[in-house]
């Protein structure tokens, strides 16, 4: 059982920037691919950006060139950094990851991001 804890939302003029973080219970070392999602009121959940144990990154098109995905195997965490945001960047983000272990995909409870002037 792997937990998972975001951090790092918050309230943001357009333009702006912030940093998630999500800090995993156990060694990240057999987790991938770990990822972020996010999920805007009144639609689906979609996948933000990817990154791989071999540091392989994998973004949505809309946020390629404004986000940046990173994991720190030393701290556990994966991390989103989001830079020149957008009112349509507004939703819950969720951290995910996969165990390369047993197949097991987990979640995080969620951090709203709010762009808004």
């Known amino acids: 059982q792997v937990q998972l804890v975001e951090s790092g939302g918050g309230l943001v003029a357009p333009g702006g920037s912030l940093r998630l973080s999500c800090a995993a219970s156990a060694s990240i070392s057999s987790l991938s691919p770990m990822g972020w999602y996010r999920q805007a009121p009144g639609k689906e959940r979609e996948l933000v950006a990817t990154v791989t144990r071999i540091g392989s990154t994998n973004y949505l098109d809309s946020v390629k060139g404004r986000f940046t995905i990173s994991r720190d195997n030393a701290k556990n965490t994966v991390s989103l950094q989001m830079n020149r945001l957008k009112p349509e960047d507004t939703a819950v983000y969720y951290c995910?990851?996969?165990?390369?272990?047993?197949?097991?995909?987990?979640w995080g409870k969620g951090t709203l991001v709010t762009v808004s002037s």
């Open positions: 995910n990851v996969r165990s390369l272990v047993s197949g097991m995909e987990y």
